[in-house]
């Protein structure tokens, strides 16, 4: 299916393998969770799969992944395995059939998706009993001098280049409403062991980083680097990365 342009903004492609480098992995307990609330374990749509660090976890708990994203360079940089099935398509026009999903998740995107439409589509292709997953994360922590930094850099440097969409993100997705009955859900963090080398390679994945970099000319994180070396201290040295996932599952159980 061609994907409409009109409907997708893309903020990933221009990083798609920086992406797929440093982008930190979701906890494994998260996927066994969402596994568990499943009716069945035939099918998982991952929208807005990036380069498939949902898609493959996914791959242990279900036959087969429908992976889609709107970013042919993101599929291109995309992980392989044999029960995915990668789609170029936008979230709210996919070539899903009718009723085919027992777990829809959405990682890190849904505040770039036209929300109402993606949820329009989702009713259509979720299984009677069937989840869908949402979730997000927003700025990591490392140490109190580090946090600070990143915290300025995030407000006041890259204040201006975030798109509105990333609101939703600071807000915890609370102003989105689910089309679902929500189902209370456990807590999760994702978590890395880093050098100073894979932290700035993740900040580089920002969208407002490639925002700003597109508009200056220049790279926001020189910026920052002489005062994140200074806190970090050795650039070798490695320690633990954090981020809290705001997550969010509802099911159509209910329905009739």
Same mark, same amino acid.
């Given at each position: 299916?061609?994907?409409e =342009?009109?409907?997708?903004?893309?903020?990933?492609?221009?990083?798609?393998?920086?992406?797929? &480098?440093?982008? +930190?992995?979701?906890?494994?307990?998260?996927f066994?969770?969402?596994? /568990?609330?499943?009716?069945?374990?035939?099918?998982?749509?991952?929208?807005?799969?990036?380069?498939g660090?949902?898609?493959? !976890?996914?791959?242990?708990?279900?036959?087969?992944? %429908?992976?889609?994203?709107?970013?042919?360079?993101? %599929?291109?940089? /995309?992980?392989?395995?044999?029960?995915?099935?990668?789609? %170029?398509?936008?979230?709210?026009?996919?070539?899903?059939? *009718?009723?085919?999903?027992?777990?829809?998740?959405?990682?890190?995107?849904?505040?770039?998706?036209?929300?109402?439409?993606?949820?329009?589509?989702?009713?259509?292709?979720?299984?009677?009993?069937?989840?869908? /997953?949402?979730?997000?994360?927003?700025?990591?922590?490392?140490? +109190?001098?580090?946090?600070?930094i990143?915290?300025?850099?995030?407000? *006041? %440097?890259?204040?201006?280049?975030?798109? !509105?969409?990333?609101?939703?993100?600071?807000?915890?997705? =609370?102003?989105?409403?689910?089309?679902?009955?929500?189902?209370?859900?456990?807590?999760?963090?994702?978590?890395?062991?880093?050098?100073?080398?894979?932290?700035?390679?993740?900040?580089?994945?920002?969208?407002?980083?490639?925002?700003?970099?597109?508009?200056?000319?220049?790279? !926001?994180?020189?910026?920052? =680097?002489?005062?994140?070396?200074? &806190?970090?201290?050795?650039?070798?040295?490695?320690?633990?990365v954090?981020?809290?996932?705001?997550?969010?599952?509802?099911? *159509?159980?209910?329905?009739?």
């Amino acid at each position: 299916m061609p994907v409409e =342009k009109s409907e997708f903004k893309d903020y990933f492609s221009t990083q798609a393998n920086a992406y797929r &480098a440093y982008r +930190p992995a979701y906890p494994q307990e998260l996927f066994t969770y969402l596994a /568990a609330l499943a009716p069945d374990d035939t099918l998982a749509w991952d929208c807005a799969c990036g380069t498939g660090q949902i898609s493959l !976890p996914l791959t242990e708990y279900f036959q087969k992944v %429908i992976a889609t994203d709107a970013s042919q360079e993101q %599929i291109n940089n /995309a992980v392989h395995h044999p029960k995915i099935e990668y789609r %170029i398509e936008t979230a709210e026009h996919s070539s899903l059939s *009718n009723h085919c999903a027992d777990l829809i998740v959405v990682g890190q995107a849904l505040h770039w998706f036209d929300i109402e439409a993606f949820f329009t589509e989702a009713k259509r292709v979720l299984k009677p009993n069937g989840i869908v /997953a949402v979730w997000s994360y927003n700025l990591l922590t490392v140490t +109190p001098q580090v946090d600070e930094i990143i915290d300025d850099f995030d407000k *006041n %440097i890259l204040g201006e280049y975030w798109a !509105p969409e990333r609101k939703l993100v600071e807000n915890g997705y =609370k102003d989105i409403v689910l089309p679902f009955e929500a189902i209370t859900t456990e807590t999760f963090t994702m978590s890395e062991t880093w050098d100073l080398v894979q932290l700035v390679g993740y900040l580089s994945t920002w969208s407002a980083v490639q925002s700003f970099r597109k508009q200056q000319q220049n790279d !926001p994180l020189e910026l920052i =680097k002489d005062k994140l070396q200074s &806190a970090w201290g050795s650039p070798t040295n490695v320690k633990l990365v954090r981020w809290p996932l705001t997550l969010a599952i509802c099911t *159509n159980a209910s329905l009739p």
